[in-house]
């Protein structure tokens, strides 16, 4: 795996934050059966990840810019470098006791990601990733997916959910996918789906509606492990614009292709 300054730092940050929750997440299948439920629990859980990332990564670079979910944006000294959190991405898995979700960490310097940590802490997965290091699972160098053929894969979405999204929009894309595809997934959290693309478990996924701490961190894996990373305008403002598609090359560009014809 990476062993550079900057990944060390992110990865001892992420842990230290993955053990708390890890915790917390055996309380939340406690709460599933009680009658108050774990929603303010899981507030609680959300927060407290988040201060523990910002005081170690404070600590270590105490200059350094945050944008993170709960605090919003807190400039430092030095604005080129800006870490992106997101202290629980899959917040709705967490509340109830469905184990897939992650903290998303990434370096975004002068706007681009440049280094991406994503950890599940329940799995004991932890994904990194720095430009031109390469991407890991664990110890293990990623590879997206070589499939090529739309039929032979199997394509993660996101899904909008009530009060969010164009769900007139997604229907028609949906039509136009799930007859080309293997299969169609979708998992609750955009890091995992990120990060499940650059380790070849999907072949590609496209979402809408996202904010720069769901996906900057993934945008490096997948990157890194050899995959193309495009807003759905086929452009590089998957921050800005908030939708993202990826995969490798020939897969992308026809999922594309659908997602344009609907």
Same mark, same amino acid.
């Given at each position: ?11 001892q940050?992420?842990r230290?934050? @993955? ?5 917390d ?14 929603? +303010? ?10 201060e ?17 979910? #709960? ?6 000294? +030095? ?9 629980? +991405? ?19 310097r ?54 969010? @999204? ?5 229907n ?6 799930? @007859? ?17 693309v650059?380790? @070849? ?5 496209? #979402? ?12 490096v894996?997948?990157? #890194? ?22 995969g ?15």
């Amino acid at each position: 795996m990476i062993r550079t300054p900057l990944i060390t730092v992110m990865v001892q940050a992420v842990r230290k934050a @993955g053990r708390a929750l890890a915790r917390d997440f055996g309380e939340v299948e406690q709460l599933q059966v009680s009658m108050k439920g774990p929603g +303010d629990f899981v507030s609680a859980a959300d927060r407290k990840s988040e201060e523990t990332l910002h005081a170690e990564l404070l600590r270590v670079r105490p200059t350094y810019s945050f944008l993170m979910e #709960e605090s919003g944006a807190v400039e430092g000294a +030095d604005t080129s470098n800006v870490w992106v959190v997101d202290p629980l +991405d899959g917040t709705t898995n967490f509340l109830h006791g469905i184990p897939i979700f992650s903290i998303s960490l990434a370096l975004v310097r002068n706007g681009v990601p440049v280094a991406g940590v994503i950890f599940n802490p329940v799995m004991d997965e932890l994904y990194v990733a720095e430009a031109g290091q390469g991407a890991y699972l664990n110890d293990r160098r990623l590879r997206v997916a070589g499939r090529k053929k739309l039929a032979d894969s199997v394509v993660c979405c996101g899904l909008p959910h009530m009060g969010r @999204g164009d769900h007139a929009k997604f229907n028609r894309e949906l039509e136009k996918v799930q @007859g080309q595809v293997s299969g169609l997934r979708r998992t609750g959290s955009a890091a995992i789906d990120l990060a499940w693309v650059a380790s @070849g478990r999907f072949d590609a996924f496209w #979402e809408r509606d996202l904010s720069a701490w769901d996906m900057a961190a993934g945008i490096v894996l997948v990157r #890194e492990a050899g995959g193309i990373v495009t807003d759905l305008s086929d452009g590089d403002k998957m921050l800005d614009k908030g939708s993202v598609i990826a995969g490798n090359e020939i897969i992308r560009s026809d999922l594309m292709r659908l997602l344009k014809s609907a």
